[in-house]
C-alpha cells in the first residue's frame, strides 16, 4: 500500500505564490510516477503535472505551464508543486497521487492523497 498526505494549502493574495507539498510513504517504486490534480468548485477534477519518480521527466498542464513548478525531493521521500502568480480560477482542492507508471489521466492513478484545499479571493 501507499500513502500520500498533502499538508498545507490555505489561502493566498491573487499573484502571490504558494507550495504544495507531498508526503509519501508504503511500497513505493522507482517506475511510478507523481502527480498533481485540482477539482474547482462544480468542475471536474483536472490534471496539473506530474513527474518520474527520480524527478527527471516532468510535464505539465498546457495552461499552467510557466507558472506552476513540479519537483522532488528523494532524500525525503517528499514531492511538491511550486504555485506562482496565483489566480482566482486557481481556488480548487488539489490532490497528489501517484501512478504505476507515467500517465497524466486521472485513471492512470492508483493512489491518491486526501486533497488540500488553496483558495485565491477575488
Known amino acids: 500500500q501507499v500513502q500520500l498526505v498533502e499538508p498545507g494549502g490555505g489561502l493566498v493574495q491573487a499573484g502571490g505564490p504558494l507550495r504544495l507539498s507531498c508526503a509519501v510513504s508504503?511500497?513505493?517504486?522507482?517506475?511510478?510516477?507523481l502527480g498533481w490534480f485540482r477539482q474547482a468548485p462544480g468542475k471536474e477534477r483536472e490534471y496539473v503535472a506530474v513527474?518520474?519518480?527520480?524527478?527527471?521527466?516532468?510535464n505539465y498542464a498546457t495552461a499552467l505551464k510557466g507558472r506552476f513548478s513540479i519537483s522532488r525531493d528523494n532524500a525525503k521521500n517528499a514531492m511538491y508543486l511550486q504555485m506562482d502568480s496565483l489566480k482566482p480560477e486557481d481556488t480548487a482542492v488539489y490532490y497528489c497521487?501517484?501512478?504505476?507508471?507515467?500517465?497524466?489521466?486521472?485513471?492512470?492513478?492508483?493512489?491518491w492523497g486526501q486533497g488540500t484545499q488553496v483558495t485565491v479571493p477575488s
Open positions: 497521487a501517484l501512478a504505476l507508471k507515467w500517465g497524466n489521466r486521472e485513471r492512470d492513478y492508483d493512489y
Open positions: 508504503g511500497r513505493t517504486l522507482t517506475t511510478h510516477a
Open positions: 513527474i518520474s519518480w527520480t524527478g527527471g521527466n516532468t
